[in-house]
């Protein structure tokens, strides 16, 4: 089997030297009489489950998610999901218990257009309580699929609502209270795409399956009978196999011309740090909720988990070539501590490999120079400053756990507010917010890279970094009804990093 990630001893020094003179001696001790390989292995994997690589099924061809517009009724655009069971097959000559929507696992990519009156009956057959959360839209607070709007099993839950959001990739998933982490892990997740006349005349990539292409990454541990491993370990759960639209290190082929990838981080913990493995200069268009400015030229992108990017790759000259998309997280800044890494988290790894093909017939072969104006907020215009403190003791935000009893903040409708996002734990937190969409205005009192200057939903904010935000909270208000905010690893906010806010 080919060898799926690699780390120099140096890299490893860094990673976990942390600063102490006696551990990097001793390490080096190590090293120079040939034991560091077993140390490395000692330290990340201690008390952690694992997969048995030999027994996995490796290398098929890359699963698109099914395109569903739903079914136009009365002038709405209707979806209709089936939470259920399902199998699938990673493990040789066994079959994997999964959670899917309308499948086996994962589910359908739902499109629509921005100003549709969509109906979504979501009907729970998995045997227990669940919900669907549609991350990063615009939407009254009954119909965000929070921890409140609980689907018993065997209840259809009806949303409907009017689509405000601007063209992006959105995404969809469980967030009972308690339970997101492990019905995310079994395979409960899928994607949205929200589109425009403007954004159709663009000129982008817009075949869906063939130079538009949508990749779910997540990460898992494998039981030798073939059952995912769910440790449920409270720091976060990070796998040891990687996935992409529900397939182990897939294969993906792809025309010799400009192809998007719609990438969403939907891992339980992880963040990754993707390249190409030649290197290759790509562009960034779009972030969570938006198209940026222009195109922004990136060789790596650091997506945490619950964050989308739209980005354009140029195949162009690659015809008849083999490239990788990977995932360089030994580049990353050694900002977390050492417990809350794992091998990969030092070591630079697979994701998928890509193979060039000829081009189609009506090939895009060229960037836009620009893509969308987005309307600033001055720092004036803010009504109210808040402040969060993001803590792993207990996991809690402002010295509280979750209570769905409680409503930590109250906000007034149509108020422009800065929220001031600060973790003072060793551990990085991506930070999601309900309902609005934000634009970071600083990291620690320096402007955000070109490529976070868009539209979010989630900000990922590092060990003892501060984090300043601004957004506007219109449209929707409920005083009885809350949305929330919170860790978007789904171990810290089952653990009870969330909290609630209502709109008055």
């Not at 690659?318 to 091998?343: H, V």
Request: contains cysteine; aromatic residues 8%; charged residues 20%.
């Amino acid at each position: 089997m080919a060898k799926m990630f690699r780390i120099s001893r140096r890299k490893f020094l860094i990673a976990f030297g942390g600063g102490s003179a006696s551990l990097l001696a001793s390490l080096f001790v190590l090293s120079r009489f040939g034991a560091l390989d077993r140390v490395i292995a000692g330290i990340v994997t201690a008390g952690r489950p694992s997969t048995n690589k030999e027994i996995l099924i490796t290398g098929q061809r890359l699963p698109i998610p099914e395109l569903e517009a739903g079914e136009m009724i009365g002038g709405q655009r209707v979806f209709d999901l089936r939470i259920q069971r399902g199998s699938m097959a990673f493990v040789t000559g066994k079959q994997t218990p999964t959670f899917g929507y309308n499948g086996e696992m994962l589910g359908p990519t739902l499109v629509m257009d921005k100003g549709d009156d969509v109906v979504l009956n979501v009907t729970n057959n998995l045997g227990e309580p669940t919900i669907t959360h549609w991350h990063g839209l615009h939407l009254p607070a009954v119909m965000d699929g929070g921890p409140h709007q609980r689907i018993e099993d065997g209840e259809t839950w009806r949303a409907n609502f009017t689509i405000l959001n601007e063209p992006a990739t959105y995404w969809y998933h469980p967030h009972l209270d308690g339970k997101t982490a492990d019905h995310v892990y079994h395979g409960l997740s899928g994607l949205f795409i929200i589109k425009d006349e403007v954004t159709d005349n663009l000129g982008l990539p817009q075949q869906y399956g063939i130079d538009d292409i949508p990749l779910i990454v997540q990460d898992k541990f494998f039981n030798e009978d073939g059952s995912l491993n769910y440790p449920g370990t409270s720091e976060g759960v990070k796998g040891d196999t990687i996935l992409v639209n529900g397939a182990i290190t897939p294969v993906l082929e792809v025309p010799a011309q400009v192809v998007q990838f719609r990438l969403l981080a939907a891992s339980n913990a992880r963040i990754h740090n993707f390249g190409f493995s030649d290197n290759r200069q790509f562009y960034q268009i779009g972030t969570d909720g938006g198209l940026l400015e222009t195109p922004v030229p990136l060789t790596r992108l650091l997506l945490s988990t619950g964050e989308r990017a739209e980005i354009l790759v140029d195949f162009g000259a690659d015809e008849n070539r083999e490239i990788k998309l990977r995932s360089y997280s030994s580049e990353r800044e050694n900002i977390d501590a050492i417990w809350a890494k794992d091998l990969l988290d030092i070591s630079d790894f697979d994701v998928m490999t890509i193979r060039v093909a000829a081009a189609t017939q009506d090939a895009v072969t060229r960037l836009p120079g620009s893509l969308a104006t987005i309307a600033r907020f001055d720092e004036s215009q803010a009504d109210t400053t808040r402040t969060f403190k993001l803590q792993m003791s207990s996991f809690r935000i402002n010295r509280e756990s979750m209570d769905m009893n409680r409503i930590d903040e109250t906000v007034k409708l149509d108020d422009v507010e800065i929220w001031e996002v600060t973790n003072s734990s060793e551990m990085s937190h991506p930070f999601h917010i309900h309902d609005i969409q934000f634009l970071i205005l600083t990291k620690n009192g320096s402007q955000p890279p070109n490529n976070e200057r868009g539209w979010k939903d989630v900000v990922l904010v590092k060990p003892g970094e501060t984090v300043r935000i601004i957004a506007q909270f219109s449209d929707f208000a409920d005083p009885d009804t809350p949305f929330m905010y919170h860790c978007h690893i789904l171990e810290h906010e089952d653990g009870g990093m969330m909290g609630q806010f209502v709109v008055v």
